[in-house]
C-alpha cells in the first residue's frame, strides 16, 4: 500500500509561516496599542490631579496666583500631550485592524490549501480501499478456483 503525498505540502507549509508572521506583526500592533491606551489612561489620571489642584490653588483667600498660572499651563500641556496620544492610538487602530484583515486572509489561504489536502486525502484512501478490495476479491477467486478444481 502507497503513501499519500500532497504535492502542495510546501506552499501550505509556506501559508503557514506566512500567516505566523502576520499573527505575530498583528499581537505586536496590538501590544503598542494596549501601552498606548495605558498611556492615555495614566494621562487621565494626572490631569484630574491637576485639575483637582488648580481648584484647590483658586479656592478664596488661599490663591496663589504664580502655581495656579503653572498648573494651568501644565494642564494645557498635558491636554496637548492627550491630543497627539488620541491620534496615535487612532493610527494604531487603523494598523490593528488592517493587520487583522491580513491575517484573516492569511489563514483562509490556509484553510482553501488544508481542505484541498483533505479532499485528496479522502480521494486516494477510497482509491486505495478499492484497490485493496479488489487484489483480496482476486485472491478469494483464486483460492475459490483451486478449491473447485477436482484432483
Given amino acids: ?12 507549509r509556506l501559508r503557514l509561516a506566512d500567516r505566523d508572521q502576520r499573527r505575530a506583526e498583528l499581537a505586536k500592533a496590538q501590544r503598542a496599542e494596549d501601552t498606548l491606551l495605558a498611556q492615555a489612561d495614566a494621562l487621565a489620571r494626572e490631569r484630574a490631579q491637576m485639575q483637582e489642584r488648580s481648584r484647590r490653588l483658586a479656592e478664596p483667600g488661599t490663591a496663589d496666583v504664580d502655581r495656579l498660572i503653572a498648573s494651568h499651563r501644565y494642564e494645557l500641556v498635558l491636554r496637548t500631550k492627550a491630543q497627539q496620544l488620541a491620534g ?8 490593528v485592524e488592517r493587520r487583522r484583515q491580513i491575517v484573516v486572509e492569511a489563514d483562509r489561504q490556509v484553510r482553501v490549501l488544508e481542505k484541498l489536502r483533505e479532499r485528496q486525502q479522502s480521494a ?7 484497490h485493496e478490495q479488489k487484489q483480496l476479491d482476486e485472491k478469494a ?6 478449491r473447485e478444481v477436482p484432483t
Fill in 141 to 146: 477467486l483464486v483460492g475459490f478456483t483451486y
Fill in 1 to 12: 500500500m502507497s503513501s499519500f503525498h500532497f504535492r502542495l505540502e510546501t506552499l501550505l
Fill in 124 to 130: 486516494f484512501n477510497v482509491r486505495e480501499a478499492k
Fill in 88 to 95: 496615535q492610538i487612532q493610527q494604531v487602530r487603523a494598523e
